[in-house]
């Protein structure tokens, strides 16, 4: 099953039980194991290909769900609070639909920002080198200068592939970068949606998102990070 | 109504840190109930005690936690209440197939969703809630371990015996490898398992 060599500590076992648990976050050791066993890379990749699945099945429309008839409210004191909520809604619904993006893909960027928006914080932290390297790895790019400006390096689920999801810091604030390999985009996309400035750029096969708060966070990352990405393919 | 600006503040700040989180949190409440009714009550509930505790988010950057761990507990006071009605996966299962129907746009693989949905809904809660927290709503181990006042072992391990589960349930086989208790002092996934 194995063709693990000698310097790999890790058993296949070991492997599996890691990613089984987070198929997402495997440490050095791991990743060297999967480099090495074919099975254990196999094993992984469905893994993958699981949480893909999950990840959509999971993703239930809210809007659906929200259609439920009237009538089966179980409190009927609620009546008032659910038609205020429901008048709330629309207010709030056309006014996002009138001031959205046209572009799907810049709305799914910003939406997945804007959900993990607990990391988009200033801080001096930054990420260990190889823990950066690792996530970009995914995306195919390394940084030219290494990690100085980067505090959290993650790979995210986005359009039902693993992405590096990265906190920039700028000196106008934390930015979000999300590496998208498989998407390409025409030309450069800015947009500005529910509070959040970004900008969606062509780079190598696919783009690069960038998305802040502030529009000089956004023009600061452009500069001092976008030209920092090489790609190096998987 | 208070319409002067400290009222004005804090509807703002409410809106910008939690009304865009209603979505995450009607999921992750209907992923624990299985019931799309209790889920609404619990984000009805959960928006109401956040307005009102307002104040004791010091940081809104941490809303998300925050909102989640109300949400939870807003579900155990109400499943406390109905746990009686709902005990039969089949008879969820029937309750629920719209929710389970319900699909993505430009989804052409409606049928195998709604298999992982079901399959997702027969896990028992103590698997089905940290794996929603980690592929949902991107939860680390560590965080998950937080929320659910458990060690991270203990996360790790059920989050490998729920994909096993799954990948069982789906006809993907099982995995031989058994997880091991052992890995509950892992600061990461992969040193858990390094001896």
């Not at chain 1, 008048?87 to 993006?101: D, F, K, T």
């Not at chain 1, 960038?210 to 998987?234: H, P």
């Amino acid at each position: 099953m194995s063709n693990s060599k000698q310097t790999v500590v890790m058993q296949c076992s070991e492997f599996r039980e890691a990613a089984g648990a987070d198929p997402q976050h495997l440490n050095v050791d791991a990743q060297a194991h999967r480099e090495q066993c074919h099975a254990c890379a196999t094993y992984l990749r469905q893994m993958e290909q699981l949480d893909v699945l999950l990840v959509r099945a999971m993703k239930i429309p809210v809007a659906d769900l929200s259609a439920r008839p009237l009538a089966s409210r179980p409190v009927a004191g609620r009546w008032l609070a659910l038609a205020a909520s429901v008048l709330v809604a629309v207010v709030v619904g056309m006014g996002a639909w009138l001031a959205a993006p046209r572009e799907s893909l810049a709305a799914d960027v910003v939406e997945h920002a804007r959900n993990e928006a607990d990391i988009m914080v200033t801080t001096d932290q930054r990420i260990d080198p190889a823990a950066l390297d690792n996530a970009l790895r995914t995306a195919g790019v390394r940084l030219k200068s290494g990690a100085q400006m980067v505090s959290v390096a993650r790979t995210c689920m986005f359009h039902g592939r693993v992405v590096p999801h990265l906190i920039v810091q700028t000196r106008q604030g934390p930015v979000t970068v999300m590496v998208l390999a498989k998407e390409k985009v025409p030309a450069v996309q800015s947009f500005t949606e529910a509070g959040y400035r970004g900008t969606i750029e062509p780079s190598g096969p696919g783009s690069i998102a960038i998305v802040a708060v502030s529009a000089d966070a956004v023009a600061e990352a452009k500069t001092t990070f976008a030209s920092e990405v090489e790609w190096v393919g998987n | 109504m208070n319409r002067g600006t400290p009222g004005n503040d804090r509807q703002r700040r409410f809106t910008l840190t939690c009304e865009p989180l209603r979505a995450d949190l009607f999921r992750f409440a209907l992923w624990l109930s299985r019931s799309r009714q209790v889920a609404e009550d619990v984000v009805q509930e959960t928006m109401l005690r956040a307005w009102k505790s307002l104040d004791s988010l010091k940081d809104d950057a941490a809303a998300k936690h925050w909102l989640l761990t109300i949400a939870r507990r807003e579900h155990a006071r109400l499943y406390e209440r109905k746990r009686h009605e709902t005990v039969n996966i089949d008879d969820l299962v029937s309750a629920e197939l719209p929710a389970l129907a319900a699909k993505p746009e430009n989804d052409a693989d409606a049928d195998q969703l709604r298999d992982v949905r079901r399959a997702i809904f027969a896990l028992e809660q103590e698997y089905r809630e940290p794996l929603v927290l980690q592929v949902l709503l991107g939860y680390s181990t560590e965080e998950i371990a937080q929320h659910m006042n458990l060690n991270q072992g203990a996360v790790l391990t059920r989050l490998f015996r729920a994909r096993n589960k799954l990948r069982e349930r789906l006809g993907l086989g099982p995995d031989e490898s058994a997880p091991r208790e052992a890995a509950a002092s892992a600061k990461s996934v992969g040193a858990v398992i390094r001896e």
